[in-house]
């Protein structure tokens, strides 16, 4: 099983600053088969990044991943109000998939 | 347009059976694999298993195997997701989600379900 270790748990900002959230595997996620999801409260999780390093249909620009191997991080460059939410990663690179613990973006 | 609806809430009690099911639309249901997820209150994600709906092939989460079955009925576009003796534990809300691409194994989830709220309780 490949486990995935977000970093950090909790992370405190304010509007229009920038977010660096941290995913690392325990062994290497093949084919960069990495995903980022979004959850607000009451709402189920929305896809953000595939692969990666690819927005998903209608996500903004702002948002974007990078990384391989091990080490993989999502990017928001200027955090809107509507951003803050929980994050989390995702590996689907073998057949058991599994998921981070989860990233909460807060309002500082 | 593409969406996944879900069946609604449930309340049950320890040891009863349930299914609950998750309706395909707006695209080819038998093309793209179906995954559920589990979300027990205040948690994160947790993958449960998948489904191809084209032959009803399935893999499983060690976590979850023999615990739940995942089944589907390609006639009527729609998946489940069934326990045959339900626990306090399994209190929780269940997603169902498709796989991005068209016969893709491996693949990011791009559609979620509005996730269905299970209560286990005596």
């Known amino acids: 099983e490949i486990v995935l270790t977000q970093s950090p748990g909790t992370l405190s900002l304010s509007p229009g600053e920038r977010a660096t959230l941290s995913c690392r595997a325990s062994?290497?996620?093949?084919?960069?088969?990495l995903a980022w999801y979004q959850q607000k409260p009451g709402q189920a999780p929305r896809l953000l990044i595939y692969?990666?390093?690819s927005r998903a249909t209608g996500i903004p620009d702002r948002f974007s991943g990078s990384g391989s191997g091990t080490d993989f991080t999502l990017t928001i460059s200027r955090l809107e109000p509507e951003d803050f939410a929980v994050y989390y990663c995702?590996?689907?690179?073998?057949?058991?998939?599994?998921f981070g613990q989860g990233t909460k973006l807060e309002i500082k | 347009e593409v969406q996944l609806v879900q069946s609604g809430a449930e309340v049950k009690k320890p040891g009863e059976s349930l299914r609950i099911s998750c309706k395909g639309s707006?695209?080819?249901?038998?093309?793209?694999?179906i995954s559920w997820v589990r979300q027990m209150p205040g948690k994160g994600l947790e993958w449960m298993g998948r489904?191809?709906?084209?032959?009803?092939?399935?893999n499983y989460s060690p976590s979850f195997q023999g615990h739940v079955t995942i089944s589907a009925d390609k006639s009527i576009s729609t998946a489940y997701l069934q326990w045959s003796s339900l626990k306090a534990s399994d209190t929780a809300m269940y997603y169902c989600?498709?796989?991005?691409?068209?016969?893709?194994?491996?693949?990011?989830?791009?559609?979620w379900g509005q996730g269905t709220m299970v209560t286990v309780s005596s």
């Open positions: 995702q590996q689907y690179g073998s057949s058991l998939v599994t």
């Open positions: 707006g695209y080819s249901f038998t093309s793209y694999w």
């Open positions: 489904i191809d709906p084209s032959d009803s092939y399935t």
């Open positions: 062994q290497s996620v093949s084919s960069s088969y």
């Open positions: 989600a498709r796989l991005a691409s068209s016969g893709s194994f491996n693949d990011a989830f791009d559609i």
């Open positions: 692969g990666a390093s």
